[in-house]
């Protein structure tokens, strides 16, 4: 008798019956919950990361020669243009090896050196781009607290987001795609872009003093006429000179502006340490208070130093939410954001912003929510029909094959518990696919001690003695088996590789339940026909 084999098994129905007894984590379609498959616009990835350097690079020319060179950096898709001078373009090539130096040209007769984004570093941005969003998304859902969450890179650029529990969509959206990129930019305020430039109609043309101490033109319109603003803001990219014009609230309340903005962000939110939701004392609304990391509270402070009585706008996610005029030197690396937040509103900024901007923004390429009504229903019906196909195979492998069909639907006790102690060990989920698969395990442990079965009782009917039959009709039974057990478990790897979602639940409890079907056929089955043989009480 092979004591550790049956050690084995005792281990496997013990610990399968107590995960069983635990209960298996269900997956959405069971439990209720929202799915998103998101793919990372790796192609802008590169340009995010230009637009950052550029920002770096345009503090340390900040920092050597002030603010008294107008558009001392350039940004034009992945390429970089920095002002011609000798020093500092020998500081670039030194200190930003991402770039390589392509050309001298000149923009409105100024010269210019140009930088362009390293091929195998562009390359290396998009693959890690996939990698970082990965962690900000969790970094997102672990903010809000989202119970047991599913997410994993698919492919090359997807990502997959299982949120259990979680049924409402719209606001999940929300917080997984937004890309929370936060930017101060200096507000061009000393000349009239647009002095020639009338609007059409729901639109409205205004002045206002620059900080230059000029009359500036600006263009606004009713909340209810935003879209027509945004697409007239199109096309005024010829006036602009090559400046940024974004869109934020006015003053005015139900009114939204234009704004001029320097086309290189002076910092970003990748400088950023915390964010905090806070009261103001005044209005009793909350606003975001931001702390920077060192390095971001020395480039801030320079850059209000370097800006006493210019607007310092902040965007966030291309969008001005407020533009203060910078009154001193602001130290301790500490700003706000304020835009007539409601708290719910303040506290998901505040999170999402913690968690760290998107490298990329991301697509929604499908979407799926399942009620939690639904999913009882699921295992209602799933278990009920499991139940009933487990039974009428039981009574027809007990009718058939007698004593051999007891040890056959053992076989599969073995393969189920198996099922549920893998899917434990690896944090798996069970979906209603996979509960497909399990059924089918069944039907595959079957299969495999009726291959068995008959080639026993073929050596019968040759040799008419039950220990060698036996021993001989595993034998035989072994390579057909292993070879429609081995096609199946290719085509669920194929199908776990290659498939989304549910689909490689099925996968991987259908491969789960080959190797389970296998062991509890061939092995545990073999084991207890050894032991009943030995005693006379085995029947076939």
């Known amino acids: 008798m092979n004591w550790r084999a049956i050690l084995l098994i005792l281990s496997i129905v013990l610990f399968g019956s107590i995960i069983a007894w635990r209960g298996v984590k269900l997956g959405l379609d069971l439990r209720g919950g929202s799915y998103f498959l998101l793919n990372v616009r790796t192609d802008l990835a590169s340009q995010n990361y230009v637009e950052k350097l550029a920002s770096d690079i345009l503090s340390k020319f900040r920092e050597r020669y002030g603010t008294e060179i107008t558009d001392p950096v350039l940004v034009q898709g992945e390429r970089v243009y920095v002002k011609y001078i000798t020093d500092f373009i020998d500081f670039v090539k030194k200190e930003f090896p991402s770039f390589e130096y392509a050309s001298l040209d000149y923009v409105d007769g100024i010269s210019y050196s140009i930088f362009s984004l390293n091929q195998n570093e562009k390359k290396e941005i998009e693959d890690l781009a996939v990698t970082q969003a990965l962690q900000v998304i969790i970094s997102r859902i672990d903010e809000f607290g989202v119970a047991e969450p599913q997410i994993f890179k698919f492919g090359r650029s997807r990502i997959v987001v299982q949120l259990p529990g979680v049924t409402d969509p719209e606001r999940a959206k929300q917080l997984i795609g937004r890309t929370a990129l936060l930017e101060f930019r200096i507000l061009d305020d000393q000349a009239d872009y647009f002095v020639n430039v009338n609007p059409p109609e729901g639109i409205y043309k205004s002045t206002e003093i620059g900080s230059g101490g000029n009359q500036i033109s600006y263009f606004w319109a009713y909340e209810k006429d935003l879209e027509k603003l945004s697409n007239f803001v199109q096309t005024l990219t010829p006036y602009s000179q090559g400046r940024l014009i974004l869109l934020g609230r006015d003053e005015r309340e139900g009114i939204f502006r234009t704004y001029v903005l320097s086309p290189v962000a002076e910092l970003t939110g990748a400088y950023l340490k915390d964010a905090r939701v806070r009261m103001n ?3 009793n609304e909350p606003y975001v208070l931001l702390a920077f990391n060192s390095e971001g509270a020395r480039i801030f402070e320079n850059l209000t130093s370097q800006n006493v009585g210019r607007r310092l706008a902040i965007v966030l996610e291309q969008k001005v939410f407020s533009a203060p005029v910078i009154r001193e030197r ?8 304020e835009g007539r937040f409601t708290i719910e509103d303040a506290r998901e900024l505040a999170a999402v912003l913690r968690a760290g901007a998107l490298p990329a923004p991301v697509e929604f390429e499908e ?4 009620g939690p009504s639904l999913g009882e229903d699921s295992i209602r019906k799933g278990l009920i029909a499991s139940a009933i196909g487990a039974s009428a195979t039981a ?10 069909g007891l040890v056959a639907m053992f076989g599969v006790l073995i393969a189920l518990l198996f099922i549920f102690g893998m899917l434990s060990i690896f944090g798996a989920t069970l979906t209603l696919p996979g509960i497909a698969a399990i059924a089918l395990t069944v039907g595959m442990t079957v299969d495999n001690n009726i291959i068995i079965f008959e080639r026993i009782r073929e050596e019968l009917l040759k040799r008419f003695s039950i220990k060698p039959s036996v021993d001989s009709g595993h034998k035989l039974g072994m390579a057909t088996i292993i070879d429609a057990n081995m096609t199946t478990l ?3 790897i194929f199908i776990f590789q290659f498939g989304t979602g549910p689909v490689r639940g099925f996968a991987l409890n259908l491969t789960l339940g080959i190797l389970g079907a296998f062991y509890g056929s061939i092995f545990a089955s073999k084991l207890i026909m050894d032991f009943l043989v030995k005693r006379r009480i085995f029947s076939i």
């Open 281 to 283: 004392s005044i209005t």
């Open 330 to 337: 602001i130290g301790g690396g500490v700003a706000s954001i």
């Open 367 to 370: 979407e799926r929510t399942v």
């Open 395 to 404: 009574l027809f492998m007990i009718f058939y094959y007698k004593i051999s």
């Open 490 to 492: 290719i085509a669920a």
